[in-house]
């Protein structure tokens, strides 16, 4: 009913795989459409979500556990100079969250970005990180934006605040969504899920290993509870994300990029590295760099829909009764992504 009589403004489709124009379900109204939608007998999981019109910027949510692995840091930057996307909010997960809230406030100093607020997940500890060299001493209480101690209520707020479905860009383990979902099950028909979880058919660097990635094995009762709400979800597993690296002239070009916040990234892979001393010729692997990617676009890769189940153990297994995840399962040229990657990172 809804997507034919009640609404049929068009919405661009960002896939390459579904570059028809389609007709969407309007979410753009009052919190109470999606629950008429949902009275109406909508479906239980939406195959399509209405994404803002061409030419309009995407709201986004980053939900991280930047600070340990260095690939989020990347990934922050990367969505930062997207222009494409509005970044509405940037939340720390999967515990020591506030440690992480200060390296994204700092962060966002630094690259002049301080509309953009600060929620503090679930843990409230300030431990030291593999980036504190970096953090020092900085004080959220400074932060010329706003920090919410309630990241998960701030995550709420700004999905129900927006007249565009937000994407919800989750890159770290996810303890901080059932907790909103269970508070406010009214954000997963207003946003879309995009995670860099899980190994389908591949494993680590382009291995046929399949393993418990680390984002799902750290908490796979988090994303159980993920993949059970009824929203979109599209996720970049180590089959597409397990292989990104920036090495050469590639990453040359980075690293000798002038914007300070690219020079702030350097300074923190850096600090990161085992080794601080030794001559940074490439980057690790970029993980997180996938999802931020797939907020913006799914042009480069091969997309699968694929029944997905998560097993207690961490893995993420296809199963054909299990809920249907937007999959990128290959790439269709990576050499353009990473071209793509640096252009964001170094441009103007
Ligand atoms: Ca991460």
Redesign the pocket.
């Known amino acids: 009913m809804m997507s034919t009589e009640m609404s049929r403004r068009s919405f661009l489709k960002h896939s390459a795989a579904a570059a028809a124009v389609v007709a969407g379900a309007d979410l753009g109204g009052s919190p109470g459409a999606a629950t008429a939608a949902e009275a109406a007998g909508s479906p239980r999981a939406r195959d399509t979500l209405a994404l803002p019109k061409a030419g309009k910027k995407i709201p986004v949510i980053l939900d991280?556990?930047?600070g340990?692995?260095i690939?989020?840091t990347w990934?922050l930057c990367m969505m930062l100079k997207s222009p494409e996307l509005d970044v509405r909010l940037v939340t720390s997960d999967?515990g020591n969250d506030v440690y992480r809230a200060r390296l994204i406030a700092k962060l966002l100093e630094v690259f002049g970005r301080t509309e953009v607020p600060v929620g503090i997940g679930l843990d409230k500890t300030d431990k030291p990180g593999r980036q504190s060299a970096w953090v020092g001493d900085y004080d959220l209480a400074k932060y010329p934006g706003k920090v919410y101690e309630d990241g998960v209520g701030a995550m709420i707020e700004t999905i129900r605040a927006s007249a565009d479905p937000v994407s919800l860009v989750c890159?770290?383990p996810v303890p901080n969504i059932p907790v909103a979902l269970e508070r406010a099950g009214d954000i997963a028909q207003r946003a879309r899920f995009i995670g860099?979880h899980g190994s389908v058919r591949r494993g680590y660097d382009g291995s046929r290993k399949i393993s418990a990635e680390?984002?799902v094995r750290a908490d796979p009762k988090a994303l159980q509870k993920v993949f059970a709400a009824p929203w979109e979800i599209t996720i970049t597993p180590l089959d597409t994300c397990g292989i990104i690296h920036l090495r050469g002239e590639k990453f040359q070009k980075v690293y000798r990029c002038k914007d300070p916040g690219i020079q702030a990234l350097m300074e923190n892979y850096r600090v990161w590295r085992k080794n601080p001393r030794g001559p940074i010729t490439a980057s690790s692997t970029l993980?997180?760099t996938v999802a931020v990617y797939l907020a913006v676009t799914e042009e480069l890769l091969e997309m699968e829909k694929l029944g997905i189940r998560v097993t207690d153990d961490g893995h993420t297994v296809i199963d054909e009764g299990a809920r249907a995840v937007n999959c990128a399962m290959k790439w269709k040229d990576l050499g353009a992504f990473e071209d793509f990657l640096v252009d964001r990172l170094t441009r103007a």
């Open positions: 991280t556990d930047i340990t692995d690939d989020d990934a999967s890159i770290g860099m680390y984002n993980f997180d």
